[in-house]
Structures are given as C-alpha cells and as structure tokens.
C-alpha cells in the first residue's frame, strides 16, 4: 500500500532564517505531487505541483519553492522565511482524480 | 474561476443522530469532481466521499452520503448514526480535471467545524 511521510511534524523558525521541508511517498511510482498551505482556521492553498521529476508548476507567487530531485520526494524551501509563512503544510499525491495527504509540517514563524 | 462556499462555520449534532454540512461551488464546467474531506484535531486530511459530475447517482461511503444537485451547483454531506470520533473539520473540494485527464488541482472551501456531543 501507499504511504506519504513529511519532516519535520513540527518546525519554530526566525524571520530571515531557510526552510526545507520535505515529503516522500512509497509504494507508487511516478505520482503527481502537490504541497498546500493551511494558515490557521482556513482551508487549504495549493502552492506546487509537480508530474514529474524536476518538472514543478507554481500557483501562487511567494517567496517559497519547491524541487523534486527524485521521483518520489518532493522539497519545499525558502531562502528567507517570513512571518506570513506561518502555517500548517501539506504534502499531497494523487490517484487518478483522489488525492491522498500527509500528516503534515507545522511551522511557526517567530 | 471555480469558487467553493461552505456557509456552515460550526455545527454541532448529537450522538447518533443526523447531520447534513452544506457546499455550493461556482463552475461554467461540465466536467468535474467533487470532495469531502475531513481533518480531525491530528489535522490528517482524510478523503471521506467523492461524486463524479456526470454521475447522477448520489455517492455513499457507509454512514456518509451526499446530496448533489448539478443544477444547483450543491453538494452536501449527510453523515447518519453520528459518532464522537466523527468531531473534525470538514472540507468541501472541487477539482476539474487538467488537460483531459483525470488529474488536478483541489480547491477547497473554507470549511465546517462539525462536533459531535455525547
């Protein structure tokens, strides 16, 4: 069966300071991937998604990005983080038209 | 764009009774798929029930059904014999499928907080 890990569960970060968070899947080859961002009591925002490896598509312009060095991982970073960063993230891969998520990075922003 | 409204911020039911989590959503398209997803406080999103838009028969997932109604642009979530662990927030998605496929984007409403009370 498919499993989707992401680390860390839980990150504090300073204003300023790099971020790489990342996401594997196992049990599939060649999934479509995705990271959302949730900030606290709204739904979820899709950032990335990537159909391939090194092949990602952002959806909303930041100060993040996202690579996929192989084919089942999948890394969100920044260079400087900001405290609009702040947020519950989550790294996804789909089946046909279902989406499956992980449990998740929490990261705080300070 | 396509747009999903849960107009429910909070809703409480009683153990074992029957509750129903309203979604509208905006489309000019014909082709679709439409999601429930639940986030319990651990915060896993759990895909719950799916509804193709050329299918007129209404989903069920054992104690979780949906009414939808193409026309209206609704799809509403109806969870009978309610139990505590079903206490989480609940996600409406709308995902039209990318380049002719079967594979896109989720986008989500705001979502409901649905607890449940002994």
Known sequence: SQTIHQWPATLVQPVGSPLSLECTVEGTSNPNLYWYRQAAGRGLQLLFYSVGIGQISSEVPQNLSASRPQDRQFILSSKKLLLSDSGFYLCAWSFLYEQYFGPGTRLTVT | ????????????????????????????????????????????????????????????????SVNFQKAAKSFSLKISDSQLGDTAMYFCAFMKPRYGGSQGNLIFGKGTKLSVKP
């Not at chain 2, 896993?44 to 979780?64: D, G, H, P």
């Open chain 2, 1 to 64: 764009a396509q747009t999903v409204t849960q107009s429910q911020p909070e809703m409480s039911v009683q153990e074992a009774e029957t509750v129903t989590l309203s979604c509208t959503y905006d489309t000019s398209e014909s082709n679709y798929y439409l999601f429930w997803y639940k986030q319990p406080p651990s915060r896993q999103m759990i895909l719950v029930i799916r509804q193709e838009a050329y299918k007129q028969q209404n989903a069920t997932e054992n104690r979780f």
